[in-house]
């Protein structure tokens, strides 16, 4: 819905509990690298960020850390982002969490 950018940056809204995506650049650090060519042999991307989760988290105090979430996005497209809204996270798996 954005395209296939090469970079893409991940947003966090707390007031909102949501979650945006919009496409970056390879000169932000914050930016995260794309690999179309495997997202395209699975038809999934799958985002596995400790950090951002534990941050999610605090915010949204239903979140399970040990649980992996389904979130449909919706296409804001005058300002190209894709925009989840945390509330409507659905669990989807459980594992078991590596101990640091």
């Given at each position: 819905m954005i395209g296939d950018?090469?970079?893409i940056q991940l947003l966090v809204?707390?007031?909102?509990?949501?979650?945006?995506?919009?496409?970056?650049?390879?000169r932000d650090h914050l930016s995260?690298?794309?690999?179309?060519?495997?997202?395209?042999?699975?038809?999934c991307c799958e985002l596995h960020s400790k950090v951002l989760l534990s941050e999610l988290k605090?915010?949204?105090t239903g979140l399970d850390i040990s649980q992996t979430y389904r979130i449909a996005g919706s296409l804001v497209p005058s300002v190209g982002v894709v925009c989840f809204c945390m509330d409507d996270a659905q669990p989807i798996a459980s594992f078991e969490m590596e101990e640091e």
């Open positions: 950018p090469d970079y809204n707390p007031d909102k509990k949501s979650v945006a995506i919009r496409a970056g650049s390879s995260l690298r794309m690999r179309w060519k495997e997202i395209a042999r699975t038809n605090k915010v949204c």
